[in-house]
């Protein structure tokens, strides 16, 4: 049994806007083992690219409330102040982003902007452009001397991709957050920088949060998955027992809304209704409205996470009462 | 860098044929105005044949085209003529003039720059706080003030009440204190605010947070990250506005009789003194030509984007 790098415990998050208090995180509790790809799986507006910049710590603290505890290596994240958090952002905990397109500033070369992060370890100038060489080689980017002296606007998507991850993993950081890495790509790039993380994830022993809506990246790369929905993590379990035992209805429904090839039928099943809005106080479980099977106990109490089989955790009252 | 000089001599090119077009207008616009600068240094009792006389020594007489052709290649020898008023030659009147137009101009931009850009990136980090707002509201209300009024209320409430600055003219550098004001305030809302909507629009930007995520510190994201990007534009305002500031004197320098260009220009058109006109306007047209160019190429040296364009339209 590997240790926990990361433990995450009630973590609530809430930012004031013009509507009233939007709680964007609602006490979520995961944990990331050493070496392993957890990969948070929900819709756009579940919280799960919320919860990647919270372990970060990159929320503005003027405009939102956090509460509960980011345990990383024992230390709790949302108590390090700036000056420490500098610390560990890039070289213990690095993050990639959704768009490659935006995520290089456009003014510097791509080498220079990952010559950067290196050279915040005091490394000497001529072994850390060596090292972004390097670094540009292993993401598997053709011609690494060239490479270095483009600006992002003149790479492609998928090349610009590369250069984040590379310049993210450069300073062989423990854990990498990586936020829809692939969303803005081409499919067949997308399988290669999905096979670049998982290579190099072996190769520096580093433990990946994968945030995606995909469940086809999960399939590909994830050891263990949460399933997040409007703020809430509803199931946890490593991809076979997610995969082949789904409990929650929501994971159920986002199972039989994929896209399979096997299936003749022409229409793809969709789940009825759309996300409870976030500033009102919901009570009881926040799937129920959509939740085909939903019982008066779930308007009621919200449900405990309960360990079903071993490592498999559910939150949800019909799954209570069959047992 | 061989694009740049490219873009450089293409955009000079460009630039002749502005000032030639600017200066053929101006040459109109001065046809057409009523009177006639003849008429307004002889009395109505000078001869006709003196009148005349007179037309032809000034080759008021020719056709505009060939006024214009004299004008240019006289232009092109460094001879503006002579004025018609006081017969000084021109291009003595614009050097006397010219320091003291810099002087004021060139240290009302400055001064502008150098308080407005702090000030901008203040009110973006303290975005919708109390300073943030004060800071705008204070900026665009002087900007809604009138320069003529606001210099007229300096030289009240300083020179006439309080008696301590000069009221008019120049007697070293106290009396540039409240023609610089009268400058500078008016003018700070639009780059203050320029830097801010810039500054605030580059933090909003993913690579910022890229910036934070590889553990660079706050102030290198800042300065590095944030400024450099956001400064671009407003370092081509700088340039964009230098001419206009020369403009914008002929105010300002007439109500503290300022010895410079902009009341040398206002008193040579309204005396219909076209010789000296046409000068200043052929160096405010100029100096725009040069000012925009050094910007498009400052903009092309600090923004490889800008370059890359500059590659596509060529081809």
């Known amino acids: ?323 | 860098m061989n694009d740049l000089l490219e873009y450089t001599i293409r955009r000079l090119i460009q630039g002749i044929f502005v000032v030639i077009v600017v200066t053929a207008i101006l040459f109109i616009i001065m046809q057409m105005m009523p009177g006639d600068p003849i008429q307004l240094i002889s009395s109505p009792r000078v001869s006709q044949e003196k009148i005349d006389e007179l037309k032809e020594l000034w080759g008021l007489d020719k056709p505009i085209l060939v006024q214009y052709f004299y004008w240019i290649s006289n232009l092109l020898r460094g001879d503006f003529g002579r004025s018609i008023t006081t017969g000084q030659k021109v291009i003595d009147l614009l050097k006397s003039r010219l320091p003291y137009t810099l002087m004021l101009s060139g240290s009302a931009l400055l001064i502008n720059y150098i308080i407005a850009i702090p000030l901008g990136l203040l009110a973006a980090y303290k975005k919708d706080t109390i300073l943030d707002k004060v800071l705008v509201i204070i900026t665009v209300i002087f900007r809604a003030i009138p320069d003529f009024w606001l210099g007229i209320l300096l030289i009240i409430i300083f020179s006439v009440s309080l008696k301590l600055l000069p009221v008019s003219g120049y007697s070293g550098l106290e009396s540039l204190v409240l023609p610089l004001l009268t400058m500078t305030l008016p003018y700070l809302a639009s780059i203050l605010r320029l830097t801010r909507s810039e500054v605030l629009e580059v933090i909003r930007e993913k690579h910022v947070s890229t910036a934070y995520a590889k553990g660079l510190k706050m102030k290198v994201v800042l300065i590095k990250h944030i400024l450099r990007n956001a400064l671009i534009p407003v370092t081509v305002m700088f340039f964009l506005s230098f001419p206009w500031l020369i403009g914008g004197s002929v105010i300002v320098e007439s109500i503290f009789a300022w010895p410079g260009m902009g009341r040398l220009l206002w008193k040579a058109i309204s005396t219909q003194d076209f010789p000296i006109v046409q000068g200043i306007i052929f160096i405010i047209a100029l100096l725009t030509v040069t000012c925009n160019t050094a910007g498009d190429i400052l903009t092309a040296f600090l923004d490889p984007r800008i370059r890359a364009e500059m590659k596509g339209e060529r081809t």
């Open chain 1, 1 to 323: 049994m590997e240790k926990d790098l990361i433990k995450v415990n009630n973590l609530s998050i809430k930012f004031n806007t013009k509507l009233g208090y939007v709680s964007a995180v609602d006490d979520i509790s995961f944990n990331i083992k050493e070496k392993e790809i957890f990969a948070l799986v929900g819709e756009s507006g579940s919280g799960k690219s919320t919860t990647a910049y919270a372990l970060m710590n990159l929320i503005n603290a003027r405009n939102s409330i956090k509460k509960g505890e980011i345990l990383f290596k024992g230390k709790d994240i949302l108590k390090l102040n700036e000056r420490e958090m500098t610390k560990i952002r890039g070289k213990e905990i690095a993050m990639i982003f959704q768009n490659p397109l935006d995520s290089l500033n456009p003014i510097y070369t791509a080498g220079s902007q990952v010559y950067e992060a290196i050279a915040l370890d005091k490394v000497e100038k001529r072994e850390a452009w060596n090292r972004v060489i390097n670094i540009f080689k292993e993401v598997r980017l053709s011609d690494p001397e060239q490479r270095i002296k483009s600006y992002p606007h003149e790479l492609s998507g998928g090349m610009r991709q590369r250069v984040m991850i590379g310049m993210m993993l450069s300073r062989r950081p423990e854990l990498l957050i990586a936020d829809e890495p692939t969303t803005a790509l081409d499919v067949t790039i997308q399988s290669q920088i999905l096979d670049i993380i998982k290579e190099l994830k072996s190769k520096f022993n580093t433990s990946v949060l994968v945030i995606t809506h995909d469940f086809g990246i999960v399939a590909e790369i994830a050891d263990r998955v949460g399933v997040m929905y409007a703020g809430k993590i509803l199931e946890i379990g490593d991809v076979y027992q997610i995969f082949e035992n789904p409990l929650h209805p929501y994971t159920q429904l986002l199972m039989k809304s994929l896209p399979r090839i096997t299936k003749k039928e022409g229409r793809l099943q969709t789940i009825e209704g759309s996300v409870p809005n976030l500033t009102d106080d919901i009570k009881g479980c926040r799937f129920n409205n959509r939740c085909p099977y939903s019982l008066d106990a779930c308007k009621g109490e919200d449900s405990e996470m309960l360990e079903i089989e071993k490592g498999h955790y559910v939150a949800c009252h019909l799954v209570v009462k069959e047992k």
